[in-house]
């Protein structure tokens, strides 16, 4: 079994949790041969194909608008960055190997076989140049989840030990000391009891019995640990009974964005297996994109079968109890604009919850153009804020979100993810941005009426 | 026997039992691709609808899209839609089809076509320039995208060949066309003019999944 290694130490006082010391590109993790390597890509790529992976494979006509959706590709306009592109050589593999007439292109040499200096130049494509947002998924006019291919290229990348050595490090923290960030059972429980002083309100931790699950970022634990004290007044409140639990608080899954399906499921089957242990009928996730799509939508794959309890993201949660008037807020008079995290929303569904919280707080919401399930990403996504080496690329495809801030004349930005979140504040000191980004539950929790 | 014989004879027989034969075992591959169920709890029903509605709504951008992609929209419609009305507008393809369906339908008009025709080459070739000079679609062309041009774009031209008797004998050029048609019949199945049918199936898997998250499709 591997162990945390103190090659990467963290840059815990930084704006931007993350490991120090970038390595030089591309990297590459064990000590295996190249056809070792290349059996693995495709093995754990081919693994998870399915008929809609198959079909999306199949589908792809060339027509390049993709392209035009890609954040990465309207900032530099280089072709590389354009999405199908990305996927270029596990395309080549699929047809060689899995296509309807792959026999033929084998036997008649027509697809050549790929080689791991290919994956290991398209590490940089999969990984830096793509947060996974989608939204050359809802451009294709064939239909085509690109964002969804991609992610299954980083299952091949990963097991071929391809992958960005601060996305590996992080992801591998997560899978031994329950944390990426370092937010462990002891951390995390010294913040609770810290932002229950802090807020003059009681965290629930470990309660053997609870109607309410509620799980955080290990961003928001290390960086913005205020979600946890808005949470816990949020939910006393409502009178609701609820814990945060010690074995499955951290709702970040480092596994899914590296690719690693055991490690995800390691990760999720911690929050299951807390929620059915203390009896939860709902589990509440935080201000996280990722996390939401690795419970809501994946995390039943994960368990087997169908969750027993629901799943709600923060934001939906509070839609809920605000339309059913169990929550009351006070109207803030204030002029705000809303970034859309993708997973919650583009990926997710959850695109009007927010809007109606904002609604209720009575904020003047200038929306951004394009906004809600075609807003521009952050460009922090898909694990791309831990990769030091894509900063440059990260920041100027971050251009493109302080335009669309900027149309809006909005001074603060509201969003209801902290990965969102943190990208925003490194962006703003890189530029020195005067826009602040804060959280729309913590705007929540220092308006209620109680 | 005559070039025109062989072309409408043995040579379209083979060229529609490829394509049938290609056609049926690159659906049956994807048919027996095993299928993933979806566990998660769905946030609305109506999913199969979704499905339905996005196999329909992709043949438009959304707004948020349209001004960058309308370049190649304009031109993917107009070769579409021209194909589609030289084909089933043309009184001599309509007889074509009825000969082995038994259906028919009034013709349009030949000026009508003729212009179809023209419009539907300029835009084929303006799409090939296209191609050939953007850097994106520079970068992603592959065999099959120029090859699957080739064979589109050899019927329509050898078609209005034909019909303007340029070049040679009527029966020669239409022979031509014909065989043109065959070469296009037996291509469809390998490259990509088989989004026909897969495009039907991606739209709707993406429809099915992003309608049961209760996202935009």
Not at chain 1, 211 to 225: A, G, T
Request: net charge neutral; glycine share 8%.
């Amino acid at each position: 079994m591997s162990e945390v290694t103190e090659k990467y130490p963290l840059e815990t006082h930084e704006q931007r949790l993350t490991v120090k010391d970038p390595h030089p590109r591309h990297d590459m993790q064990g000590d295996v041969d190249e056809n070792e390597r290349l059996r693995r890509a495709m093995a754990n790529f081919a693994k998870n194909m399915n008929r809609t992976t198959a079909t999306y494979m199949e589908a792809c006509v060339h027509c390049g608008q993709c392209a035009e959706a890609c954040h990465y590709y309207v900032q530099t306009e280089d072709p590389k960055y354009t999405p199908i592109w990305k996927l270029e050589v596990f395309k080549q593999a699929y047809k060689r190997e899995s296509s309807p007439f792959g026999f033929f292109y084998r036997l008649l040499g027509l697809k050549r076989n790929i080689s791991v200096e290919q994956l290991g130049e398209w590490q940089e494509l999969i990984y830096d140049s793509c947060t996974m947002c989608g939204r050359c998924s809802l451009v294709c006019p064939m239909g085509i989840d690109i964002a969804t291919l991609v992610g299954q290229a980083r299952h091949g990348m990963f097991h071929a030990g391809l992958i960005p050595d601060e996305l590996h490090e992080v992801a591998q923290r997560a899978k031994i000391e329950g944390s990426p960030l370092g937010a462990t059972a002891e951390v995390f429980a010294d913040r609770a009891e810290w932002m229950g002083d802090e807020h003059d309100t009681e965290v629930y931790l470990d309660k053997e019995q609870a109607d309410i699950l509620v799980s955080m970022s290990s961003i928001e634990i290390m960086k913005y640990p205020n979600s946890i004290g808005a949470t816990a007044r949020i939910l006393n409140a409502l009178g609701e009974s609820w814990t945060f639990s010690s074995d499955g608080y951290e709702a970040t899954n480092f596994g899914m964005m590296a690719g690693n399906s055991a490690w995800q499921k390691q990760a999720t089957m911690k929050l299951i297996d807390a929620a059915i242990n203390c009896g939860a009928k709902l589990v509440v996730l935080p201000e996280c994109g990722h996390a939401y799509g690795a419970l809501r939508w994946q995390g039943a794959a994960m368990y087997g079968k169908p969750l027993p309890f629901k799943v709600q993201h923060i934001s939906e949660f509070l839609a809920d109890v605000i339309s059913s008037g169990r929550l009351k807020v006070k109207k803030v008079d204030q002029t705000v604009t809303f970034h859309d995290p993708c997973q919650v929303a583009r990926r997710g569904g959850a695109t009007e919850a927010p809007r109606v919280v904002m609604d209720a707080l009575g904020v003047e919401l200038k929306e951004m153009a394009p906004t809600g399930d075609f807003n521009w990403c952050c460009g922090g996504g898909g694990g791309v804020v831990t990769i030091h080496r894509a900063d440059k690329l990260r920041y100027k495809v971050f251009e493109l979100k302080m335009d669309q801030v900027e149309k809006t004349g909005a001074n603060t930005v509201l969003s209801t993810c902290s990965n969102c979140r943190q990208s925003y504040n490194d962006a703003k000191d890189h530029f020195k941005w005067d826009k602040d980004m804060e959280s729309l539950l913590e705007l929540v929790a220092d308006n209620l009426v109680e | 026997m005559e070039l025109l014989d062989f072309a409408r004879g043995p040579a379209l027989q083979v060229a529609a039992l490829i394509f049938v034969a290609g056609l049926i075992w690159r659906l049956l591959h994807l048919f027996l691709t095993q299928k993933k169920t979806d566990l998660s709890e769905a946030r609305q029903g109506g999913e199969v609808g979704g499905g339905i509605r996005t196999v329909f709504s992709r043949f438009r951008h959304h707004e948020a899209f349209r001004q960058r992609t309308r370049n190649g929209t304009i031109l993917a419609y107009t070769v579409h839609i021209g194909l589609a009305v030289v084909i089933f507008g043309g009184a001599p393809h309509i007889i074509f089809i009825g000969s082995f369906t038994g259906l028919g339908w009034a013709p349009l008009p030949s000026i009508v076509i003729h212009i179809a025709a023209a419009l539907t080459l300029a835009a084929l070739i303006t799409a090939m320039g296209r191609r050939l000079s953007h850097p994106v679609l520079k970068l992603i062309s592959n065999f099959d995208d120029y090859f699957t041009w080739l064979v589109t774009t050899l019927p329509v031209l050898t078609g209005l060949l034909a019909v303007a008797h340029v070049g040679a004998r009527y029966e020669t050029l239409l022979a031509i066309h014909i065989l043109s048609f065959n070469v296009f019949l037996i291509w469809f199945p390998f490259g990509k003019l088989m989004h026909s049918f897969i495009a039907i199936g991606s739209r709707y898997t993406t429809g099915v999944t992003f309608t049961r998250r209760g996202a935009k499709v």
